[in-house]
């Protein structure tokens, strides 16, 4: 499960895939099903219909959920205690091959790592609307789509780029001569 931007380049989802197959073959297993979910590690269970039918497909087929990342199931430590307590599903993962949800310690382990997980999606959320505040104090008009939005940080960036190759240009000059 990742990110839309990661969906995308399918650089993540790539990596995830790798680590999940890496994870069931390692154990003579094998991949009965992929799927894909572009949504948030942060939205609960009814906003994620891919994970719905991950966990439906499971339980019918009485095998485990592999992910590839914690992060990717839950940045959510209330949701994440839900999903691996009352899903009915063995979740394992592939970032964890050896942590095991149903033992004493992969559960502790598992529950801190949820906690810096959602940590860490807390401070992704800060972070994000700091910029999102200085892009609006810049001018910026958040929402608004379009090249007409962007335009006058396109020109900085373009006259900073212009003047950099001004700068450079004896030096190219020089390297063809």
């Known amino acids: 499960m990742s990110t839309t931007r990661?969906?995308?380049?399918?650089?993540?989802?790539e990596a995830q895939q790798i680590a999940v197959s890496n994870y069931v073959h390692a154990r003579g297993g094998e991949v009965v099903a992929e799927l894909r979910e572009l949504e948030s590690g942060r939205k609960g269970v009814r906003g994620r219909p891919e994970l719905v039918k991950a966990l439906m497909q499971c339980k019918r087929l009485?095998?485990?959920?592999?992910?590839?990342k914690l992060d990717r199931l839950a940045?959510?430590?209330r949701f994440f205690l839900e999903m691996i307590d009352d899903s009915g599903?063995?979740?394992?993962?592939?970032?964890?091959?050896?942590?095991?949800?149903?033992?004493?310690?992969?559960?502790?382990?598992?529950?801190?790592m949820a906690n810096f997980?959602?940590?860490?999606?807390?401070?992704?959320?800060?972070r994000t609307k700091a910029a999102l505040a200085?892009?609006?104090?810049?001018?910026?008009v958040l929402g608004a789509a379009g090249a007409a939005n962007l335009k006058r940080n396109t020109e900085e960036r373009q006259a900073a780029a212009d003047q950099f190759a001004a700068r450079l240009g004896g030096l190219v000059e020089g390297f063809k001569a």
């Not at 009485?62 to 590839?68: E, F, H, K, P, R």
């Not at 063995?90 to 801190?112: H, K, N, Q, W, Y």
């Not at 997980?117 to 800060?126: C, L, Q, S, V, Y």
């Open 6 to 13: 990661q969906g995308q380049s399918g650089l993540g989802l």
């Open 62 to 68: 009485g095998a485990a959920l592999v992910i590839g």
């Open 75 to 77: 940045r959510d430590v």
């Open 89 to 112: 599903v063995d979740i394992r993962f592939a970032d964890m091959p050896d942590v095991c949800p149903s033992t004493d310690e992969g559960r502790m382990l598992l529950i801190s």
């Open 117 to 126: 997980a959602e940590f860490e999606g807390r401070r992704i959320g800060t």
């Open 134 to 140: 200085a892009a609006k104090a810049r001018g910026v």
